[in-house]
């Protein structure tokens, strides 16, 4: 058990720095986003988002630290922007969201997989 929780944290490392290596040299483009979130079935994760005209694609992985379980989530997501443009960005303020995680939750006794499929409403709200 112990060996696969050193796997799982090498593997959700390796993720992390892959993401941050492969962003460093896209700063200049707006097409990018680099997130870091805590909500479920996400879990603490981090992600990327890629940004087309109004629509966008992410991919995220995330873990529960906990000492006896080993948790792991994996999601992809897209979004879809609509409504009234805004004037501070080339973004539209509302969204539809559609999104699928894997989580796979795991003990010393059995293993748990489970495969949600989850969609959303929201809104963007400019800060600067």
């Known amino acids: 058990m112990k060996n ?4 799982t944290g090498f593997f959700v490392l390796f ?14 483009q707006t097409k990018l986003n680099l997130l870091a979130g805590a909500g479920f079935p996400e879990l603490l994760n981090v992600g990327l988002n890629i940004q087309n ?11 529960l630290p906990v000492s006896d379980k080993n948790i792991i989530s994996v999601s992809g ?5 609509l409504g009234k443009l805004s ?9 539809v969201k559609l ?10 006794f ?16 400019n800060i600067s």
């Open 4 to 7: 696969h929780n050193k796997l």
């Open 15 to 28: 993720g992390i720095i892959s993401i941050f290596i492969s962003t460093q040299q896209a700063f200049g």
């Open 53 to 63: 005209n109004q629509t966008k694609f992410g991919i995220g992985i995330g873990s």
């Open 77 to 81: 997501n897209f979004y879809y922007y």
């Open 87 to 95: 004037s501070l960005s080339a973004w539209r303020f509302w969204f």
């Open 99 to 108: 999104g699928l995680n894997y989580v796979r939750d795991e003990t010393k």
């Open 110 to 125: 059995v293993i748990y997989e489970y495969l949600y499929l989850n969609s959303r409403i929201g809104r963007d709200f």
